[in-house]
């Protein structure tokens, strides 16, 4: 198994988490997307880790192989990852998206 570093520096050295981090905070910011315009939070790199728990529970994905996939070693830590989701998956507002009342209001 290769253990070599993904990213390194010009003296072959290893980025470290945290400027890697910071890093892509700052593109994301020059992106000029329109839906940051409205977060109340910053989006970054841990973000995406969020982002990609949330959209494998989406699509089905076991709970367990998320877990397995971001690294943590205990459950609950990804339950928190996806507590978020949850919530406004099981909010009252989305039982109404195909009931008659919507197509008259």
Do not use: C
């Amino acid at each position: 198994m290769d253990d070599s570093p993904l990213l390194t520096t010009a003296n072959g050295n290893p980025y470290s988490y945290k400027y890697l981090s910071n890093h892509i905070g700052k593109i994301i910011d020059r992106t000029d997307l329109p839906f940051l315009k409205y977060k109340e939070q910053a989006v970054r790199a841990h973000t995406l880790r969020h982002g990609f728990a949330i959209i494998s529970a989406e699509q089905g994905e076991d709970v367990f192989r998320i877990m397995h996939a971001l690294g943590h070693e205990k459950i609950k830590t990804t339950f928190i990852y996806l507590e978020r989701h949850a919530a406004r998956r099981n909010h009252a507002g989305h039982a109404w998206k195909n009931s008659t009342i919507m197509e008259s209001i």
